[in-house]
Every structure is written in structure tokens, then in C-alpha cells.
């Protein structure tokens, strides 16, 4: 390579550099050695002739390694001018002089950005004789470049695509821009309407006030914005922030962010309207449950007391018994529809308790077994090795579940058996599986799904041969998916079917003690009950109920008198009606517990609600148990077993 020797200069230049003694030759070659920019000389048919140290530098090559180069030769394949033609073409267009940015491939692999100017130097002929080309590395500028780029893009996409409506305005209250959202909220044009708008037009002039004044230092001015006037003069309702804008440390305006919250607002007001009317179905529901159970328990109980009689006719225990299923029809199928009813409700919650799951089955088996034994239907269960014997949870709604689904089994088996196992999920030991399967006439494959929903029976209302609601699969599945599990049902339609269900396992802390109750007694003990009840025909019911178990009965009305009758006589035990004029059970119940403390008697809540949160309530003002009507006699002798009163 042949070294740059000289430089065209100026004659006043040279002139000038003799005065201070510095050689043209060398000033040139200084120049060229120790300049920060890449300097190359390069041949008119595009070879590299010589290169400095910074662009040796800039491009990761040594000078010698520059020998047989051509100008193209370090240009990133995708750019457009690539080598000395496309160069040449350039020059031509622009006197003989250009500038380009591009990109360019270091020894390394890297890629740097580059802005090269390039100028033809020729002869007195114009005969191109060689150019010189100048580097400079620009890779932080671009780098600078693209961020700010990508900041720009994500501003204007965030703006762009933002659900909100974003105004900028600035110190003098006039809008600078805004995105869709506001041009559509406002239902102004963003550039020929809103830029430029006093946004005082769309908040109001307080509004506007208060936040170029306050906004900076307090936070709470945005909670006045609640309204955005339109093009067309109406308001939405808007929930605003505020968000100032700084350049360069000095604040230059501010960013509006309205939410549209008008749907919200209309969601909020259904939602008060469904909570209303379910509220209004709730207590629709309490009346009518105790609007139905109250003389159902006049029925009920009255009929018990009749067969209890010993001096009756064949025919006349047949009529009774006779309005005693009736009475045990009826009001298993208002015990369904209510059941159901509070379920959707959502006025059932579980009350749970450790408790025997053997016993829970036995107890299942012996509702169904008198219905069974007239078929002879053998009952059996079985229960896993890795099934607990006592288990956390709610034993009257698994019982529920399990008498339902017996109970059908009877129904639908002329003969043959009914069986129950239960066992742990495989690969899931936090959840039971309980199996009932009957030898029956089967299930229609095409309604397996189909008969867990209300009202659902197999069979048209002329041609079906099973009485019933078609709600116990219903309110089974509620039950079932109310403990943690799932219930389905499996048949081929001929031979028997089973009705798989889970319940979540919860295994008892410890178990409950052995202690149970004593068998009765033939000698009851004689004790003393009032009676808080404003019904004549419950208090006929529960009077002559207690009284032919050998107990004294005081009947009293209301609360007021339950209060007062318990100053002038000991009692034992109290049955408390919960609704009653003048003083409720509840009431009544705190002023007892309360006047009394420890010799106040055992306080039992009777009511026809049996309702979600009736019991906790009973138990909260102090009552003892809870019982809902209509009350049969063996749930009052478990009762007073409980509190050892027989």
C-alpha cells in the first residue's frame, strides 16, 4: 500500500504553517494518522488503496488485511449501495460528493451503523484519480434512535388502543391531542374538532381550574371529575385520573384519563335489583315454609297422637294411618320444592360436625328399609379398608343425598338388591366415592344426563307409574356439588343402574368420645315444660304430645309471657316458637338467659322456617338446640334424652 504523502491545500494555508514550522507533508499525515473518524483512499475501480487507524479501529481489521478490499466488501448484504457502481451512480447525482448512512459487518460479526461520505478527487482532464471516503461510527445514535422510536410507538399504542379516553391539554386549558376513545366518548373529531378545544367544553371551567392550579400537589381533585359533557350535550359518567406532564423538569401540561363507567353503573343497578329480588324470594320463602309446615305440623302431629291411642278400631287406625302417609307425602314433596328452592337461594349452608359415616348409612338404610322389606329387597353396604369410620362434615345433608338415591332405588326394583360402597378416589384420597346400585329396570342411557334436572321424570304426567316431585336427583346433585363433589349416573337401560357421587374427605381431628345416650327408660322422669307457642293448633299438638309422655305442660302465648312465667315457676325445659306477637323466641330467649344465667332452664327453638342462619341465630341469643316443625314425637324424645329429661 502506498501512503497518503499529500493534500490539496490553499496557498495562504501553507503560508500559514510556515509560520509556526509545521511541514505540509506532515500536517497531512498527522491529520490522517490521528483523526477520530475512519479516512480511506480508494481506487477509481472501487479497491481499497489505504485505510488510518480509526477506521482499522472501527472495523476490527488491521491495515494489512485491508490489501485486496474493495469498498463493498464490508457493506451488510441488505443494503441498497452496496459497492463503488451503485457509489458512482450516487455521485454522479450529486456533484461528485454524497453522504449515506448504512449498515456494516465488522471483523467480529458485528453490525455497525455507519455515516460514510465519499467525494471524487480528478485531474485537470477530470479523470477520476481516487476517493477518499470518511467514517463515522453512529451505532449509539441509531441505538438512541430506535429506543426513542419504540417509546414513541408504545406511547401512541397505549394511547391508541387504550379502553379509556386520554386528553393531553396544556397549562392554558387548551386540548393538544387525544386518542379514539375520547373522540369517541366525546363524539368530537380528534383533528378538526378537539385539537385546539377549550377543554373547560368538556369539564367544565371549575374542573379546569382546579387542576391547573391543584393538581400538582393534591391528588383529590380528579374525584370531581365524575361527568364528560358530549358533542351533543349529554353527560357520561367518567371516572378521571390526572396525570401531569414534564419536559425536561418543568411541567408542560397534563394527560386526562376518563373511564367510562356508565355500564358499570347500569350493572351495579341490576345487580341491587337481582339482590332485591332475591331477598324478596327469601323471605317469600321463609312465609311460605312457614306458612305450609305450621298446620302440616297440626296433621302430623296430630295423627301420632291418635295411633298412640290404644282403644281405637282396626278401621279407624287405617284411616289414620291412611291421613298419616298422606301428611309424610305431602310434605316430603313441600320438603323437596323448599329444599330446592333454598338451595338456588343460596339459603343452605352446611353444618358440619364430626360424626359416624357407618352410622350415617344405617340411619339411611332404616328410612327406606320398611319400603325394601315389603319387595325383599336385600339392603347391604360396604365400606374400603382406607375409609375412615368418622369423618368431617355435614351427616343430614349426606344422609339426604343417600335416602334420595335409595329411595329411588326401591322405587325403580321390583326385585332383587340395593347396595352401597364406599371407597377413596384413586389418586385422589381427598375424595370419597359412594356407589348405589340397584338391580332394577334401568335408566334410558339418552336420560342419564337429563334426570338430575328439576321436575324430571322418566315417562310422560298420563303414562308414568312412579309418584313423586322429580326433584330429589335435582337436589341431591346441589347437595352433592355443596360438599365438593360431583354425582353422575351409570346404566345400560335394562339391567340396574348406579348413581355415582363425590364428597370432599375431610377426616376427623380427633374422634368423638364413646360416650353415648342410655336406652329410655320405662320410668320416665317427670319434668316441666313451658310452652311458647301463639298457634292453638301447634299448641294442642305439642301439649298433648308432651303430656301423654308423662310431662307437666304450661302454655303461654308470646314471649312477654314466656319471660314472665319463668319468674313465678321452675321449668325444665322451654320449647320457644321463634314468631310470636309481643316478644319474639329470640327476644325472649336473651331476657330469660340473661335474668336467669345458670338456673335458666334448657331453651329449645321451634320454628317453621328452617331457613339458612335460623339456627346460628338460635344459638347466638342462647338457645339450647333447634328443632323445625312439623315436630314428630321421636325428634322430641331425642331431645329430651339429650338434656337427660326421660
Request: aromatic share 6%; glycine share 6%.
Amino acid at each position: 500500500m502506498t501512503e497518503i504523502t499529500k493534500l490539496f491545500v490553499e496557498p495562504t494555508e501553507v503560508s500559514r504553517m510556515h509560520r509556526v514550522n509545521l511541514n505540509q507533508v506532515t500536517f497531512n499525515q498527522q491529520v490522517f494518522d490521528h483523526a477520530s473518524f475512519g479516512i480511506s483512499l480508494v481506487s477509481p475501480d472501487g479497491l481499497i488503496l489505504t485505510v488510518n487507524p480509526a477506521m482499522e479501529k472501527m472495523l476490527g481489521y488491521a491495515k494489512a488485511e485491508f490489501d485486496g478490499k474493495r469498498i463493498g466488501d464490508f457493506t451488510h448484504p441488505d443494503e441498497a449501495q452496496a459497492d463503488i457502481d451503485d457509489l458512482k451512480a450516487l455521485l454522479l447525482s450529486n456533484d461528485d460528493e454524497v453522504q449515506i448512512e448504512g449498515r456494516y459487518i465488522k471483523k467480529n460479526g458485528e453490525i455497525m451503523w455507519g455515516l460514510l461520505s465519499i467525494k471524487l478527487f480528478c485531474d485537470e482532464t477530470d479523470t477520476p484519480l481516487y476517493y477518499i471516503t470518511q467514517m463515522i461510527d453512529i451505532t449509539k445514535q441509531k441505538d438512541s434512535e430506535r429506543r426513542l422510536h419504540e417509546s414513541v410507538e408504545r406511547y401512541t399504542s397505549l394511547k391508541k388502543y387504550n379502553h379509556d379516553a386520554v386528553i393531553s391539554f396544556g397549562l392554558d386549558g387548551r386540548i393538544i391531542n387525544a386518542n379514539t376513545m375520547a373522540e369517541k366518548l366525546t363524539g368530537y373529531v380528534i383533528e378538526t374538532e378537539l385539537i385546539g378545544m377549550k377543554l373547560a367544553n368538556l369539564i367544565g371551567n371549575e374542573n379546569v381550574s382546579k387542576i391547573l392550579e391543584k393538581s400538582l400537589y393534591d391528588n383529590s381533585i380528579e374525584h370531581d371529575i365524575d361527568m364528560l359533557v358530549t358533542k351533543e350535550g349529554n353527560t357520561v359518567e367518567v371516572l378521571a385520573s390526572i396525570a401531569p406532564i414534564f419536559v425536561g423538569g418543568h411541567n408542560i401540561g397534563f394527560y386526562l384519563i376518563c373511564k367510562d363507567i356508565s355500564e358499570q353503573k347500569k350493572l351495579l343497578l341490576a345487580k341491587e335489583t337481582a339482590e332485591a329480588t332475591n331477598k324478596a324470594k327469601s323471605e317469600f320463602l321463609a312465609m311460605m315454609s312457614h306458612e305450609i309446615r305450621t298446620p302440616m305440623n297440626g296433621v302430623v302431629g296430630m295423627t301420632d297422637i291418635l295411633l298412640d291411642m290404644t282403644d281405637l278400631s282396626e278401621e279407624q287406625r287405617s284411616c289414620i294411618e291412611v291421613i298419616r302417609k298422606s301428611g309424610d307425602t305431602l310434605l316430603s314433596i313441600i320438603n323437596d320444592i323448599l329444599d330446592l328452592s333454598k338451595i338456588e337461594a343460596g339459603r343452605i349452608e352446611l353444618q358440619e360436625e364430626i360424626f359416624d359415616l357407618r352410622r350415617c348409612i344405617k340411619d339411611s338404610f332404616s328410612v327406606i328399609s320398611g319400603r325394601a322389606e315389603i319387595k325383599s329387597l336385600s339392603l347391604t353396604y360396604t365400606l374400603n379398608h382406607d375409609v375412615p369410620d368418622y369423618i368431617y362434615g355435614d351427616p343430614e345433608r349426606l344422609k339426604q343425598v343417600l335416602i334420595n338415591l335409595l329411595g329411588n332405588a326401591v322405587k325403580f326394583t321390583p326385585k332383587g338388591s340395593i347396595s352401597v360402597k364406599v371407597e377413596q378416589r384413586k389418586g385422589d384420597p381427598d375424595k370419597l366415592v359412594f356407589t348405589v346400585t340397584d338391580t332394577g329396570m334401568g335408566i334410558d342411557p339418552a336420560w342419564l344426563n337429563r334426570i338430575f334436572e328439576p321436575f324430571a321424570q322418566i315417562g310422560s304426567l298420563m303414562t308414568r307409574r312412579y309418584e313423586g316431585t322429580g326433584l330429589g336427583l335435582a337436589i341431591s346433585r346441589r347437595l352433592v356439588r355443596m360438599m365438593g363433589g360431583e354425582i353422575h349416573a351409570v346404566s345400560d337401560g335394562s339391567n340396574g343402574s348406579s348413581f355415582i357421587f363425590t364428597i370432599r374427605l375431610k377426616e376427623a381431628p380427633e374422634l368423638p368420645s364413646e360416650q353415648g345416650f342410655e336406652p329410655m327408660s320405662n320410668n320416665a322422669i317427670k319434668t316441666s315444660i313451658l310452652l311458647a307457642e301463639d298457634n292453638s293448633i301447634d299448641q294442642l299438638v305439642m301439649s298433648k304430645m308432651l303430656e301423654k309422655m308423662g310431662h307437666k305442660v304450661t302454655v303461654v302465648t308470646n314471649g312477654k309471657e314466656a319471660a314472665e312465667a319463668v319468674h313465678k315457676e321452675h321449668f325444665d325445659i322451654i320449647f320457644m316458637d321463634l314468631h310470636m306477637p309481643a316478644l319474639n323466641g329470640l327476644e325472649a330467649t336473651q331476657i330469660i338467659k340473661k335474668s336467669l344465667q345458670e338456673k335458666s332452664p334448657r331453651i329449645i327453638a321451634v320454628t317453621a322456617n328452617a331457613l339458612k342462619g335460623d339456627r346460628e341465630k338460635c344459638l347466638a341469643a342462647g338457645m339450647d338446640e333447634y328443632i323445625s316443625k312439623p315436630v314428630k314425637r321421636e325428634t322430641v324424645m331425642k331431645l329430651l334424652r339429650q338434656f337427660a329429661l326421660v
